[in-house]
């Protein structure tokens, strides 16, 4: 079993920049393929960022690219979302989530694991 705990959230102004970040207990994160989602109020939860196991493969949501980017320390079991030039629509909950798997996935069904969310508020 694979405990995920998000961190990093808070307010921001539009423009600005924060980091989340993702801690696992008890396992690596070598072995597992990462994800960031996000879910705003009445609105269905969506993807953001994934992360192959070898952080080599990693894909984005267009409404994020170019933005966010994710990167992982394995050797720390953390994943981290970098986000920057943020909007008032990027205002949600952000949730990490892992896979058993190593390879990338952009949809919520296929991961196993999932974090208790931190907010992100984006005011203008």
Known sequence: ???????????????????LSCAASG?????????????APGKER?????????SIN?????SVK????IFRDNAKNTVYLQMNSLKPEDTAVYYCAA?????????????DYWGQGTQVTVSS
């Open 1 to 19: 079993q694979v405990q995920l705990v998000e961190s990093g959230g808070g307010l921001v102004q539009a423009g600005g920049s924060l980091r």
């Open 46 to 54: 969506e993807f953001v960022a994934t992360s192959s196991g070898n």
């Open 58 to 62: 990693t894909y984005y949501a267009d």
């Open 66 to 69: 170019g933005r966010f980017t």
């Open 99 to 111: 896979r058993k798997g190593r390879g990338p996935a952009v949809v919520s069904g296929l991961y």
């Open 27 to 39: 396992r690596t994160f070598s072995n597992y393929g990462m994800g960031w989602f996000r879910q």
